[in-house]
């Protein structure tokens, strides 16, 4: 019994060993058997028709050598394999491996799409074709060209590589490795990738594009180009039917015609009126004459007013902090229009000028080519001056306006309940007093970015006071407040 078990074993084995079937004649209007160098081989000629498993062959004629289970057919090449149908002037068909390579014209279409190249390897045991030398994919308007490609027909997937050239009615797009689904139109793509159409160009290294969804994504170092603005990220995500973008991680956005650029580490676009909106620490960087302007606050925004405007508005919301060289800035919120240059400064504003301090309820900055022109301040305006570590002098009333010069300040006008305190010095410097004076409107002048002179109008009262007399409350206006802790020390301080 043994011995028969172990008899039968090898045989029983081999029996489960898959059967390699024969590629077989179905028809031909001529057959001739031929034999070279000792190797025989069928010749057909005429409406030759082969088949092995489920893969059917046509052409003008074949050689079928049954030793190797090999065909060479020749002259309108034919092979359909389910819904594959491939197409080519010869064709060479290993039967054992499943294998074929086309040349000389080739087609190859699935009904998804349809495929061109000189010459192409197809896999039919893995329903998996490629090219090496050249080919070129239509898939509806779209067209794909590339130097390599490998289609797989189970997934309905292509990969192209190398000088990888995509035509589509919305845009253009060049790459090194381009991954194409076919039922879906979902284009992945890998390497130095550039995408053209009407309105912008885009570089980016990997990404995907949704032809159907018309949604796109793109990955770390892109850039996308639409004169004259400029954006580049590390993950930008762009849905193109209804205008709608996102950059989530680093991102910079830079509009060369308005010397204007923002960065942030989330955004959000709108293109119809060209909205912008940037959030976790976001930057605004204005070029300003031989200086810029650096602002920050929680939330920066600008847009246009219509798609057809071309001015654009900036708004920045909660904790806004602005630094110049000359000027600096706080506040809870701003707004900025190029339509009349302005600065607009809401919720406890206070802005500084070297050693002078300036608050009020609101305050406008105004900017004319680039540099500072005139400065507002309504309601409550306060500018404090520290004379020293624990002397200031102040000035308040219900109204300031301030003037530049080359932007620095030339002289301010305080207009109604104009109220001032100053420390006086003798001639060894030392502090003596303070005087107090009353009037109803106050001019300061400026020289070496200080207060210079200053010159009451319409009757002021005044009052001197020598500091051993002085009485605590003598030593401050009524609403004093130093705020030198909000003021930004650099532009290096806005940027961390």
Known sequence: MTMLFLFCLPLFTFSQQPEQKEVEIINADYLKMQEVDGKKYTRLVGNVALKQDEILMWCDSAVLDKETNSVDAYGHVHIRQDTIDAYSQTLHHDGNKKFSKLNNNVKLTDSKMILYTDELYYDVKNKMSYYLTGGKVYKDSTIITSRKGYYYSKTHEVFFRDSVVMLDPNYNLTSDTLMYQVETKISNFYGNTVIVNDDSRIYCNNGWYDSQRDVSSFGRNTVVVNPPQRLTGDSLYYERFRGFGKAIGNFTWV?????????????????????????????????????????????????????????????AYHKVRMFMKDIQGACDSLFYSFEDSTFRMYYKPVMWGDNIQMSGDTIHLQTKNKKAEKLSIFKAGFIISPSSDKYFDQIKGINIFGYFKDNELDYMDVKGNGESIYFGKDEKNKYIGNNKALSTDITLYFKDKKINKIVFIQKPEAVFTPIKMLKPEQYKLKDFNWQIDRRPKSREELMQ
């Open 255 to 315: 509009d060369s015609s308005m010397d204007v650029e923002i960065r942030g580490h989330y955004g959000e676009f709108i293109d119809a009126q060209q909205y912008i909106m940037a959030t976790q620490k976001p930057l605004l960087i204005y070029k300003m004459d031989k200086d810029s302007l650096f602002l920050t606050s929680d939330t920066l925004k600008s847009m246009r007013k219509s798609a057809q405007d071309t001015i654009r508005n900036f708004f």
